[in-house]
T-cell receptor, first 112, second 114 residues
């Protein structure tokens, strides 16, 4: 029972490079989320998908795009990475929008 | 707008001592309230939740929390702390509706002295 799986766990990018963070859940959850965590800031929502086929911006969407590929998978793309995007990224899922979320282990991204 | 305040950035307690982590929220209606724990290098794990009903809720790992509407608080407690409880704790508020996003506090880091 894997829960929420994120890949990769660590990544270093150069400014201007692009990359996609992958997330998959095996709990048949409807809603999925991408958060970023920065020291002293708690977790901030980047994008969410309340149900398959829908995506919406969260609190800090600038510089990111998402794709809800199917019910299981929700990817986060950085088109042109910036040092300000250095952070730990968490994917989460929940049965329904607003219900308790289950989190992945995180991706630690450094942009140099 | 919804907001969550965790007044204590860092707390240190002795193993075996009791623990209370504070959480205050700002929300217009009855909120959904959550406590999460994050061990170093790990994701967040749900400790407990409050939706409605009994204002004292029990969670995993021996934690409990009490919802006090008059004080807009949802403090987390544990009668006797174990060294393995050292982690960061996050309070979150949500409404489960059209604005069902969870708003997280900035977290309280718990250290446990032997």
């Amino acid at each position: 029972n894997a829960g929420v799986t994120q890949t990769p766990k660590f990544q270093v990018l150069k400014t201007g490079q692009s990359m996609t963070l992958q997330c998959a859940q095996d709990m048949n959850h409807n809603s999925m989320y991408w958060y970023r965590q920065d020291p002293g800031m708690g977790l901030r929502l980047i994008y969410y998908s309340a149900s398959e086929g829908t995506t919406d911006k969260g609190e800090v969407p600038n510089g990111y795009n998402v794709s809800r590929l199917n019910k299981r998978e929700f990817s986060l793309r950085l088109e042109s990475a910036a040092p300000s995007q250095t952070s730990v990224y968490f994917c989460a899922s929940s049965e329904y929008w607003g219900r308790p979320a289950f989190f992945g282990q995180g991706t630690r991204l450094t942009v140099v | 707008a919804q907001s969550v305040t965790q007044p204590d950035i860092h707390i240190t307690v002795s193993e075996g001592a009791s623990l209370e982590l504070r959480c205050n929220y700002s929300y217009g209606a009855t909120p959904y309230l959550f406590w999460y724990v994050q061990s170093p290098g790990q994701g967040l794990q749900l400790l407990l939740k409050y939706f409605s009903g009994d204002t004292l809720v029990q969670g995993i790992k021996g934690f409990e929390a009490e919802f006090k509407r008059s004080q807009s608080s949802f403090n987390l407690r544990k009668p006797s702390v174990h060294w393995s409880d050292a982690a960061e704790y996050f309070c979150a508020v949500g409404d489960g509706g059209s604005q069902g996003n969870l708003i997280f506090g900035k977290g309280t880091k718990l250290s446990v002295k032997p």
